[in-house]
């Protein structure tokens, strides 16, 4: 069975300070991993997610993921945040091959950047 | 370009009232449709998943079903509402045909209180 933990339930930042939202997860195999954010109100919207390739993987808004195999973690990042930032973050994951197609979501982060 | 319609955006129903949530995909062909639904700003419930017309899955037994009757049309209905189907329901599509890499496309979403 697959599954994804985002340890921290908030995160605080201030405005121009980088940010990390931490993401670890289990699956068998080699992942796909996915980072969504959330504003008030709204449905999820995909930010980036790794396949294959280079470790660093760049989406949208300026934001960033690492994976890291040997940590099973997908950490996504920012070098400076903005106030506009501040929303909820999911991190999913889906096994390569084989097993559920169904995507195993995290209980998400709230994001919070300070002005 | 593919784009997900979810209404109404909001809805205040008597308990013992019945449901239907209507969603619809464009500018693609056989997606994967999901509906969740998310308490309390957090954690998302897989409700049900459908991988073509007329085939559906459900994860959680409830009193609410799913229905597929075209190919990008997903519906979500119940016939006697509770107090506890309050929340804010999310559909979302997928690239189907096991395309695992697929990121989940959502909608806005349909904040639903039963009074």
């Known amino acids: 069975a697959q599954s994804v933990a985002q340890p921290e339930d908030q995160v605080n930042v201030a405005e121009g300070n980088p940010l990390t939202v931490k993401c670890t997860y289990s699956?068998?195999?080699?992942?796909?991993l996915f980072w969504y954010v959330q504003y008030p109100n709204r449905g999820l919207q995909f930010l980036l997610k790794?396949?294959?390739?280079?470790?660093l993987v760049k989406g949208s808004y300026g934001f960033e993921a690492e994976f890291n195999k040997s940590q099973t973690s997908f950490h996504l990042k920012k070098p400076s945040a903005l106030v506009s930032d501040s929303a909820l973050y999911f991190c999913?994951?889906?096994?390569?091959?084989?097993?559920?197609?169904?995507?195993?979501f995290g209980r998400g982060t709230s994001l919070i950047v300070h002005p | 370009s593919q784009t997900i319609h979810q209404w109404p955006a909001t809805l205040v129903q008597p308990v013992g009232s019945p449901l239907s949530l209507e969603c619809t995909v464009e500018?693609?062909?056989?997606?994967?449709l999901y509906w969740y639904r998310q308490a309390a700003g957090r954690g998302l419930q897989l409700l049900f998943y459908s991988v073509g017309i007329g085939q559906i899955s459900s994860e959680v037994p409830q009193n609410l079903s799913a229905s597929r009757p075209q190919d990008r049309q997903f519906i979500l209905s119940s016939k006697k509402l509770l107090l506890s189907d309050s929340g804010f329901y999310l559909c979302a599509w997928s690239l189907g045909a096991n395309s695992y890499n697929s990121p989940l496309h959502f909608g806005n979403g349909t904040r639903l209180t039963v009074t």
């Open positions: 999913a994951v889906r096994p390569t091959s084989g097993g559920s197609y169904i995507p195993t």
């Open positions: 500018g693609t062909s056989n997606p994967n």
């Open positions: 790794y396949i294959t390739g280079d470790n």
């Open positions: 699956v068998s195999g080699n992942p796909y």
